[in-house]
């Protein structure tokens, strides 16, 4: 690339460049400026230094949050939610997608499909009201729970056992039926004729699925894990702030809701970001791990 | 050819349908429960503990009342909320249709020299980010904290939507710009005359999904905003529903002063009241959201 092809690229594509002018601010002032933040997490913010010429403390903050008692509480609750909510939401809509790919009345299937998307574009804050008017005393949940012995009448959002469970189901509802549409667009891929083929070599409907369906949705599956692990310890605050409350933080507060908290109610800015940062960059652990490890064994990887 | 059906095929086939309505069922219940109970007697459903509601409740004395919604129409707190989320979700669809138009179209430029690193630039985001609180500090220094521009901003521009534009632009044939371009068009004409309306399909699906995404969020509101005059629906809504202080917003003044009358009530018709354009437009648009999983799935 010389002098010469530069020119010429600026003179063909000044346009473009020019165009592309807002783009790249945006993504500098939004996503690289709170990069250069992140030097907040060496600091020992104060108000009054503001960022540039608040007394820079090394590691003190990273140290502080691995000695306190916190450290090992929000892993415990994030691991538990994050990988709690995959064992359980992960399968859910692939299992839903092979049953409706079962379904042979096509008419049947699109209401039921219409249905189930249904409740992914309700609002997190409606659905969190929700969730709190079911389980609160006499509550629709709570009377259910209660005529079946799981539970006393009681406001179940203040008892720690519950949150879990409730948090986790509820995403299921919320999440089950438009997960399932990218797993029925991969198997409306299958090819038709390794159906044939097996039928000729006599194998049963449930064959088919284990030896044809599954291996031929087996790289969106993949690469759907991988997208989830690399996204492991970053709960979905949304929810979790609207659910929790202090009688409940032993078991719900996660990294997440932490920094939030920790950060923009109490005003601990260096001490939250250091908090913050740990959690991007085992996320980024993460999500690479599990990247080489899928790349190694199934050949299907994100980068 | 039509294969006689294995017994076990047909119990699973009859297994499977009952398993399909009983998830279109449970996936309705809780929303029936809420539109039933919005209509409901106050009194009734007050003392209520039979479970989910799946009839509204009323007798001879307590008759079946639309009143919930005239106090909701009445909390001027809430139809400023509406009125505010409708300026977010306009204002910004409009905007962020543009400007990922924009960057899809950069990025989708053959013979560019630069471009292709402009696209690491951007992806590397999608993977690593400053975090909550230094994007706070960002907005902060920038004055727009406690603004209804740090709404419209925060999540303007997605990575995402860029790259998806970006593949629709790129399956229209170089041909077609390449004559425009012949007949003395410059870029912007290409754009907005050619690519655009080519790739109309894709924008609108994501036009929808940022508009839906805008109406129902409500985090970067409780992060920047403390003046309610600038409140979306979703933090009254908070108000409302999970805090419960909300409820004195209502004007009750009527109605003898007895709050715990009324808050089920009030709560359940807001919930509807807040809902409703997403419930209306759903049936509509939800074929748009399914291709939209798929634009996303091709090239993600």
């Known amino acids: 690339m010389n002098k010469h092809t530069i020119k010429k690229d600026w003179i063909h594509n000044r346009a473009v460049y020019l165009m592309a002018i807002p783009i790249i601010l945006y993504f500098l002032i939004w996503n690289y400026l709170p990069m250069v933040g992140i030097a907040l997490a060496f600091e020992d913010y104060s108000a009054r230094g503001g960022f540039l010429f608040s007394k820079w403390i090394g590691l003190k903050n990273f140290v502080d949050f691995f000695k306190s008692y916190y450290l090992v509480r929000l892993l415990r609750n994030t691991l538990i939610l994050s990988v709690g909510n995959m064992i359980i939401n992960f399968p859910a809509p692939i299992i839903l997608a092979l049953l409706l790919n079962e379904l042979e009345n096509q008419v049947f299937k699109k209401v039921i499909q219409t249905i189930s998307y249904m409740p992914f574009f309700i609002s997190v804050v409606v659905i969190c009201g929700i969730i709190v008017d079911f389980f609160s005393y006499n509550g629709a949940f709570t009377i259910l729970l209660t005529k079946l012995g799981l539970a006393e009448n009681k406001d179940l959002m203040s008892v720690r056992s519950y949150f879990r469970p409730i948090y986790i189901l509820s995403n299921t509802w919320q999440g089950v039926g438009y997960g399932s549409i990218i797993y029925l667009a991969a198997l409306s891929g299958v090819d038709q004729e390794l159906y044939e083929a097996a039928k000729i070599d006599g194998a049963n409907r449930w064959q088919q699925t284990i030896h044809v369906t599954i291996p031929g949705i087996a790289p969106t599956i993949i690469i759907m894990l991988i997208l989830q692990i690399g996204s492991l310890l970053s709960t979905a605050m949304e929810k979790i702030l ?53 790349r190694k064994y199934s050949e299907t990887s994100l980068f | 050819m039509k294969i006689k059906e294995s017994p076990g095929r047909i119990v699973f086939r009859v297994i499977n349908v009952l398993i399909m309505i009983f998830l279109a069922f449970a996936c309705l219940a809780p929303l029936l429960h809420v539109l039933f109970a919005s209509i409901s007697d106050p009194d009734l459903l007050t003392q209520f503990s039979g479970g989910i509601i799946l009839w509204p409740l009323y007798d001879e004395t307590h008759p079946a009342t639309l009143k919930g919604y005239t106090f909701v129409l009445r909390n001027n707190a809430l139809i400023m909320g509406y009125a505010n989320t409708f300026f977010y979700v306009i204002s910004g669809t409009i905007l962020s249709v543009i400007f990922c138009s924009l960057g899809g179209y950069c990025l989708s430029r053959r013979g560019t020299i630069w471009m292709k690193y402009l696209i690491l630039i951007i992806t590397f985001t999608m993977f690593f980010h400053g975090g909550l609180i230094p994007t706070y500090m960002v907005n902060k220094y920038l004055g727009i904290v406690n603004t209804r521009w740090v709404i419209v901003l925060m999540g303007l521009i997605s990575v995402f939507n860029i790259i998806i534009v970006r593949t629709a632009f ?10 425009a371009q012949l007949d003395g068009a410059g ?114």
């Open chain 1, 242 to 294: 609207l659910l929790y409350r202090p009688l409940t933080y032993e078991v719900a507060d996660t990294i997440t809701t932490f920094v939030y908290r920790r950060g923009l109610i109490d005003g601990d800015f260096g001490y939250s970001t250091s908090v913050g940062l740990f959690n991007s960059f085992v996320n980024l652990l993460l999500l690479f791990i599990a990247n080489s490890v899928s």
């Open chain 2, 170 to 179: 790129q399956a229209i044939p170089a041909s077609l710009e390449e004559s």
């Open chain 2, 187 to 300: 870029h912007m004409t290409i754009l907005f005359r050619i690519t655009f309306p080519l790739a109309k399909a894709t924008i609108a699906v994501i036009a929808l999904f940022y508009a839906v995404g805008k109406w129902n969020e409500y985090l970067n509101a409780a992060i920047y905003l403390t003046n309610r005059k600038l409140y979306p629906l979703q933090i009254i809504l908070r108000e409302i529903l999970i805090e419960s202080s909300g409820t004195q917003d209502f004007d009750l003044a009527t109605e003898a002063g007895n709050f715990s009358k009324y808050k089920k009530l009030l709560q359940y018709s807001t919930i509807i009241f807040a809902t409703l354009p997403i419930l209306c437009v759903y049936p509509f648009v939800q074929k748009y959201f399914v291709k939209g999983v798929m634009i996303g799935s091709i090239k993600g």
